[in-house]
């Protein structure tokens, strides 16, 4: 259903090099700066763990007048090993942080979500969830705390509330990233960098690298004689006996 930790590894540390090596990113170099700080401090070994926190535009159909607005952005990595097999994955949460402005001290927070993956063999089992999965809201990260986000600008998004856990395919830095820019291209840096051949390049590679395991288990599953008749959603996403 995911990839292996070390291709995790791989994939995450090209696209931090990408954006620092890709020159239509310096027109964000607030994630440019980010990512060359998470660079120096990647580590072959145990979890993936780091945050960017950068501007972009953002243009929002409340705005005034459709006006363009600088708003700070969070893209959170956490990546963990498995116990007993360091090339299994554990635990994973990718998060995405919308600010209204761009100072995270001051501003209301817009969206906040988690885009997760928690193996059965790791998950309390008297809570069913999807394996895969997106959570509205969260938790903050210490990386949250650290840039000096407040518990008090996270309470109306309510998040002790973890439920409902929505099914969704697995993801990464780059297609997140690269799902932010198609989601706010107004700004002057998305559509160079979503034109960009070696960042094109990038998705692509990241797309079959986390995707095809998630989609291949699936269409095996829903072709295979001896699940017919059992529901793909409890058996397959939720990994419950059907």
Not at 95 to 118: G, N
Not at 198 to 224: M, N, Q
Request: glycine share 4%; proline share 7%; net charge positive.
């Amino acid at each position: 259903m995911f990839a292996k930790l070390s291709d995790i590894r791989d994939l995450e540390l090209r696209t931090l090099k990408a954006i620092t090596e890709i020159s239509p990113f310096a027109k964000l170099n607030d994630l440019v700066d980010q990512a060359a700080a998470a660079l120096g401090r990647f580590s072959p070994k145990g979890a993936i763990d780091f945050d960017l926190g950068f501007l972009l535009d953002i243009r929002l159909r409340s705005d005034r007048h459709a006006k363009l607005v600088e708003r700070r952005v969070d893209l959170g990595v956490l990546v963990q090993p498995n116990s007993t097999n360091k090339d299994e994955i554990g635990n994973v949460s990718y998060s995405l942080l919308i600010c209204k402005t761009k100072e995270p001290k001051t501003s209301p927070i817009l969206r906040k979500a988690h885009f997760d993956y928690e193996p059965v063999s790791s998950r309390n089992h008297s809570e069913p969830k999807p394996s895969v999965h997106m959570q509205i809201c969260g938790k903050y990260s210490p990386h949250h705390a650290a840039a000096g986000y407040s518990p008090q600008r996270l309470s109306a998004l309510y998040p002790a509330f973890e439920k409902p856990r929505i099914p969704l395919p697995p993801t990464s830095l780059a297609l997140l990233l690269n799902w932010l820019l198609l989601e706010f291209q107004n700004g002057s840096a998305a559509q160079p960098i979503l034109k960009d051949e070696r960042w094109r390049k990038l998705v692509c590679d990241a797309e079959r690298t986390v995707l095809t395991p998630y989609f291949k288990g699936g269409a095996e599953y829903l072709t295979s004689a001896k699940n017919v008749g059992r529901r793909f959603l409890q058996s397959f996403m939720y990994e419950m006996t059907d």
